[in-house]
């Protein structure tokens, strides 16, 4: 019995992967990362070499970060070229783009060859306080959904979006947690002055928004005010690990439960978002250390400093009712 099996196995025939009906191929292929379609793929045979290079395969590309750092600049320069590849073969039919390591250059780059983009989320960019990167946001009038993750944002970076972006609907601003307890007193009062600039900056130009996201966030209750007041149209609300907004569980809380239809709150999971961190604090440098599971808003471990920053005039929040 055991002989037969063996002979059976025996015969069947091998399996030529270059005759699958191209419409499979095509499936199997569109799985791959962009890093496998070009430096593997397209060498197996010509066959499949021919559908790397449609640019129907290119509409959707996604090129995965790096989640250890520092990333060497000979990895950053191959993610450039790579991502430069995959914008070319897609002859100005790229939709959906995710891209890392890159730069003013890149994104201009992209931008001038992909007019048709929808979605841009940009993975630990450099340079993005660049006030050219208007010029980029020009160039893509149809964008719906744009997102920065893990690279730094400022003000002018979101009211460009806006101006140039007519069709934006979802933003993504998600950052690693601002570590206070440690820097110089100058640092630390130099983040906690402009930490509401970006939730200011989204209220002010961005109030048909529907979908926002702000893992990490270090603004307080009145950026979260005033982005309740000025953004009415928003159906989700991300505010995983934004630890600077006291009263979310209480009015503040119930406010953004009843106004938005859904909300993640500072203490809900980071399923699904591998660049952002799960920790207040490292515990092995800090003896507060206090895991997420355990985070509480009302226990704040630097009151003394928001106490003081908030004891400010807000004139940016004399028009909070809507």
């Known amino acids: 019995m055991a002989s037969s099996k063996s002979k059976f196995k025996s015969e069947e025939p091998a399996r030529n992967w270059s005759e699958l009906p191209s419409d499979l191929t095509i499936n199997i292929l569109q799985r791959l990362g962009v890093v496998d379609r070009l430096e593997n793929a397209q060498k197996v045979c010509t066959a499949w070499r ?6 129907a395969m290119w509409r959707v590309v996604y090129m995965e970060a790096c989640l250890e750092d520092p990333v060497g600049r000979a990895r950053r320069a191959a993610y450039k070229e790579m991502c430069k590849q995959a914008v070319d073969r897609s002859q100005g039919q790229l939709l959906d783009l995710t891209v ?3 730069d003013y250059e890149l994104l201009l780059y992209i931008a001038d060859r992909s007019s048709k983009l929808r979605r841009l989320e940009l993975v630990k960019f450099r340079h993005i306080f660049n006030e050219k990167w208007g010029e980029a946001f020009k160039k893509l009038p149809l964008l719906e959904e ?11 970076n979101i009211e460009d979006a806006a101006r140039h972006c007519p069709l934006l ?3 993504k601003l998600n ?4 570590l ?8 630390i009062d130099y983040i906690l002055s402009m930490r509401d600039d970006n939730a200011l900056a989204v209220g002010r130009h961005l109030p048909e928004l529907t979908h926002l996201e702000l893992i990490g966030n ?6 979260l005010q005033f982005i309740l007041a000025r953004c009415c149209h928003l159906e989700s609300l991300g505010l995983r690990r934004c630890r600077s907004i006291w009263g979310l569980r209480g009015d503040l809380g119930k406010q953004c439960s009843q106004q938005i239809k859904n909300v993640k709150f500072p203490w809900h999971d980071l399923k699904g978002h591998p660049y952002a961190r799960d920790v207040l604090y490292d515990p092995e440098y800090d003896s507060d250390y206090v895991p997420w599971s355990e985070y509480d808003p009302y226990d704040h471990l630097y009151d003394d400093d928001y106490t003081a920053n908030n004891n400010d005039n807000f004139d940016d929040l004399d028009a909070v009712e809507p």
Do not use: A, N, R
């Open 175 to 178: 950052q690693t947690p601002v």
């Open 218 to 223: 270090s603004m307080t209750d009145h950026g």
């Open 50 to 55: 021919k559908i790397c290079k449609d640019p």
């Open 146 to 156: 744009l997102g920065f993750i893990e690279t730094e944002v400022w003000e002018h």
């Open 180 to 187: 206070l307890s440690y820097g110089s007193d100058d640092d």
């Open 169 to 171: 609907k979802t933003l």
């Open 100 to 102: 890392c390591y890159g």
